[in-house]
């Protein structure tokens, strides 16, 4: 399989890694973390006039249609960067979905304003006790005159309380479909929280919500097929961005190691770290081929033999971000758990990215399924 990237591609990626170092350094990106919406309106806008928030976006309306290579460079950056905007789930999820589903007038709309920074959109997808899970969806919509109203409950909706729109699954008469909310529609209530890597995300509650026929995204009854399909474009980019930031926590690790002195020595010449931190090479390098497998197959049509690569990807990946991870926090000593040094916001972002999507037993489960299916 050709790994090799155009010119093209190595331009942008390069104009990301120089975004990252430039625009998102470390103090920068903890004033950003404390701040009450926990992002950085003016880094989306810059995102914007990259073009970054247009890979996903149809070409009729001025992005790419897709795009994952260059999708997967993106989100390496992010990943190196531990960018806290919401690039995963509004441009690339929610991007994806509406592409996929939306009406004309529904892209027309919001694809020139997500495309320039100006809208955010996420899904409410996940829901209490469903435990990776894509099919339970409890969540109910009725008609109600013209419309619809919507009742249930989303949960751990990361990135709703940034958002303009959500993307709200739920149950009609024909199975389940997709519904644009606005936030602050009569009846939506969240409860917002930070997550374990520090990012904004809330529980959303939906009593009795009125959406009119135009809320409707797609046929009715006809989501789920592409919420599971879309969820693997999602696996892909998860994984990129892992790799993003196990490379850097690699690459910080080893600088450490080399700096920092015991019994008058750098603790890198210490030959059992040596061998530990080549352990956390191979996992990077390891991490690193599966993600590029993941992206390029993200589109397959097969999509068992789909289901497969991202499950095998998954779990790679997974393992990486786990032994990574720990191998830098111990390497690092007390001070990798700390606030004010960047291993540990790694760390943390590694352990929420092992755990999106369905964890490593998840999909270790779910590989094996497929392929004894398969033989």
């Known amino acids: ?22 625009e998102y350094a470390f103090e920068k ?37 897709g795009a994952p ?8 950056g992010v990943g190196r960067g531990l960018l806290l905007e919401p690039y995963l789930a509004s441009a690339v999820v929610a991007t994806t979905l509406l592409r996929e589903l939306g009406s004309p007038a529904q892209q027309g709309e919001l694809f020139p304003a997500m495309a320039a920074g100006e809208r955010i959109v996420v899904l409410a997808h996940d829901e209490p006790g469903a ?8 969540t109910k919509a009725t008609r109600a005159g013209d419309g619809y109203a919507l009742s249930g409950q989303k949960s751990v909706v990361v990135h709703a309380p940034s958002a303009d729109l959500l993307l709200v699954s739920a149950r009609t008469g024909s199975g389940v479909s997709l519904f644009l909310v606005p936030w602050d ?7 917002a929280y930070r997550t374990l890597d520090g990012r904004r995300a809330a529980d959303v509650t939906l009593s009795e919500v009125r959406a009119g026929r135009e809320a409707l995204v797609g046929a009715e009854g006809a989501a789920l097929d592409v919420i599971v399909s879309v969820n693997d474009v999602a696996i892909a980019a998860a994984c990129a961005e892992a790799v993003g930031a196990l490379e850097a926590l690699l690459q910080t690790t080893v600088e450490y190691s080399k700096s920092r002195k015991q019994f008058g020595v750098p603790i890198g010449t210490f030959q059992a770290l040596q061998h530990r931190m080549v352990e956390m090479l191979i996992h990077v390098e390891q991490a690193k081929s599966m993600s590029y497998l993941a992206s390029l197959r993200s589109d397959e049509k097969d999509l068992q033999a789909r289901a497969r690569v991202m499950s095998a990807a998954k779990v790679i990946v997974g393992r990486a971000c786990r032994n990574v991870g720990q191998e830098a926090v111990q ?9 004010e040094f960047h291993a540990s916001h790694y760390f943390r972002r590694l352990a929420a990215l092992e755990l999106s999507f369905g964890d490593t037993e998840h999909h270790l489960e779910k590989f094996a399924l497929n392929s004894a299916e398969a033989t």
């Open 29 to 65: 990106r903890k004033g950003i973390l404390r701040s009450e919406e926990g992002m950085s309106r003016e880094v989306w806008a810059h995102l914007a006039e990259m073009g970054l928030l247009a890979l996903q976006v149809p070409e009729e309306h001025g992005g790419m249609g």
């Open 1 to 22: 399989m050709d790994f090799d990237l155009t010119k093209e591609q190595q331009q942008l990626g390069d104009s990301i890694q120089r975004f990252v170092a430039r």
């Open 69 to 76: 290579i260059e999708t997967m460079l993106a989100m390496n």
């Open 331 to 339: 390497i690092h000593g007390g001070m990798g758990m700390t606030e």
């Open 185 to 191: 529609a009569k009846g939506v209530s969240l409860a």
């Open 131 to 138: 435990r990776y899970d894509l099919t339970q969806v409890s």
